[in-house]
Each structure stands twice: as C-alpha cells, then as structure tokens.
C-alpha cells in the first residue's frame, strides 16, 4: 500500500487484533482487488536500522502467507516499541495468533 486513503480505511473501517509487540488492521475492499499490504514502524520501535530490520522481517513474514489469503483485503501492519529485538519466528507467531483472532486462515 502507498496511498494515505489505503491506510485510513484499513484502519478506521477494518477490524483490529494485535498483541505486545504488533497491532493487524485489516479491512475487506473490492473481490477483484489483489490483497494490499502496509507497514507502519515509527520512530518509537527505534532508530533508522532498527526500524528498517523490523520493516523487513514483517515483510519476510508476509511475503510467505500472502498467496494464501482472499483477494480484496487491505491490511495494515503496525509494529510497537516491543517489535525492537525481537526474533523473526515471534514475530510470525505474534502474527498468527493476530489473523487467527481477525478470522484469517494461516
């Protein structure tokens, strides 16, 4: 996603679930768009290559599950100050147990 107007609907339409270290906005637009990603990691996770390392496991995470989910979601991916440090593989799992409360299959 890169349009402002992508992210406000995620976020002030879609359903939320998230836990201490990421929060998962996701909304249902139209069946005939492909499903859109987003990433927000702000300056309070921590400085540029901390925020750049957590952007990229969060997108390594995604890249693998994303052929798996519906056409016409748009989704938002919010990472806390907890995400700094944290392993790969608890992030993944942080972002499972977030699909599985939204109703998404894994």
């Not at 996603?1 to 359903?15: C, K, L, N, W």
């Not at 750049?52 to 056409?71: K, Y």
């Amino acid at each position: 996603m890169r349009r402002s107007g992508d992210f406000a609907t995620a976020i002030r339409s879609g359903a939320r679930a998230g836990g201490r270290r990421l929060v998962v906005h996701m909304a249902t637009t139209d069946e005939a768009e492909p499903t859109r990603i987003g990433l927000v990691v702000s300056k309070q996770v921590g400085n540029s290559v901390v925020r750049h390392r957590v952007a990229r496991q969060l997108r390594a995470i995604v890249a693998e599950r994303i052929s798996e989910w519906p056409a016409g979601r748009l989704m938002v991916i919010r990472a806390l100050p907890a995400a700094h440090g944290s392993p790969s593989n608890t992030l993944s799992t942080d972002f499972d147990h977030a699909l599985d409360r939204l109703g998404e299959k894994r």
